[in-house]
């Protein structure tokens, strides 16, 4: 199972709290994949702390903006492959 997450954050930035949330719901029965939809990009916080996530305790936590799946939309529209756009 991979658990999805969408935060519509507009003012508010998506800090190691809302990353450490995701990393709560990955228990055994979820799994340890976790993607984060959001508006904007995390803050360095949040990456600091999915980072230690997944050395620690080997959950992997994804952060997709708008923007990334957009892209991830045109690319599959011209046939090709959009989990490369995430290596970007």
């Known amino acids: 199972m991979i658990?999805?997450?969408f935060k519509n954050y507009d003012h508010e930035e998506i800090g190691k709290d809302e990353t450490n949330q995701i990393r709560n719901y990955l228990t055994?029965?979820?799994g340890r994949l976790a993607i984060l939809c959001c508006n904007k990009?995390?803050?360095?916080?949040?990456?600091?702390?999915?980072?230690?996530?997944y050395s620690q305790e080997?959950?992997?936590i994804l952060?997709?903006?708008?923007?990334?799946l957009k892209e991830m939309l045109f690319i599959k529209e011209r046939a090709?492959?959009?989990?490369?756009?995430l290596l970007t």
């Open 3 to 5: 658990l999805v997450e």
């Open 28 to 30: 055994a029965p979820m």
């Open 41 to 53: 990009l995390p803050n360095g916080a949040a990456h600091v702390k999915r980072n230690n996530v």
């Open 58 to 60: 080997k959950k992997l």
């Open 63 to 68: 952060f997709l903006t708008l923007d990334h």
């Open 80 to 85: 090709k492959t959009p989990q490369t756009s």
